[in-house]
T-cell receptor, first 110, second 113 residues
């Protein structure tokens, strides 16, 4: 079957760094995406990795290792507004579907 | 501005009624999706469509129906056969090119009263 695993909840302190991991098992793989969702809102796109390595966008970075079927989202200089749920998703060939993880709730304490 | 518009934002349904949720996009995307999200949970795929006049069942299609008569529109009907329809419904679209980014509407919160 196809599945993605990510921690259900992560707690961190304002100003700190936090890493949210995602491991996947899918029949095809084009890339790994990350989305942020605030309570009551819609998911918004953060990043996409198709190749191994680190992609940096401001305070957020995303990493992919295709050989390990693993990726992570790194958030630096945490702010209270970063409190949200973060989803990883895998896109694969053939059927236009995105396979979604169950989401990680990030709790930030002052 | 390009984007996806869902309406209404809040919807109340009486038991036994069918209701239709609207989803319109002007991004010229080929693929469109409907997801259901329950409190504290992830996204579950209801239906998706790759092209006009074609759609496929997702993981939880029972009690739902869709149509794709136009590229821009992908309405979802929640039928009376859906026994637990209270949830947050999200419509999304992606370009055909490897789904690198999904764009979401603001969502419709459906409550059965």
């Amino acid at each position: 079957g196809q599945s993605l695993e990510q921690p259900s909840e992560v707690t961190a302190v304002e100003g700190a760094i936090v890493q949210i991991n995602c491991t996947y098992q899918t029949s095809g793989f084009y890339g790994l995406s990350w989305y942020q969702q605030h309570d009551g809102g819609a998911p918004t796109f953060l990043s996409y990795n198709a190749l191994d390595g680190l992609e940096e966008t401001g305070r957020f970075s995303s990493f992919l290792s295709r050989s390990d079927s693993y990726g992570y989202l790194l958030l630096q200089e945490l702010q209270m507004k970063d409190s949200a749920s973060y989803f990883c998703a895998v896109s694969g060939p053939g059927n236009y579907q995105l396979i979604w993880g169950a989401g990680t709730k990030l709790i930030i304490k002052p | 501005d390009g984007g996806i518009t869902q309406s209404p934002k809040y919807l109340f349904r009486k038991e036994g009624q069918n209701v239709t949720l609207s989803c319109e996009q002007n991004l010229n995307h080929d693929a469109m999706y409907w997801y259901r999200q329950d409190p504290g949970q992830g996204l579950r795929l209801i239906y998706y469509s790759q092209i006009v006049n074609d759609f496929q069942k997702g993981d939880i299609a029972e009690g739902y129906s869709v149509s794709r008569e136009k590229k821009e529109s992908f309405p979802l009907t929640v039928t009376s056969a859906q026994k637990n329809p209270t949830a947050f419904y999200l419509c999304a679209s992606t370009d055909w090119d490897r789904n690198t980014e999904a764009f979401f509407g603001q969502g419709t919160r459906l409550t059965v009263v």
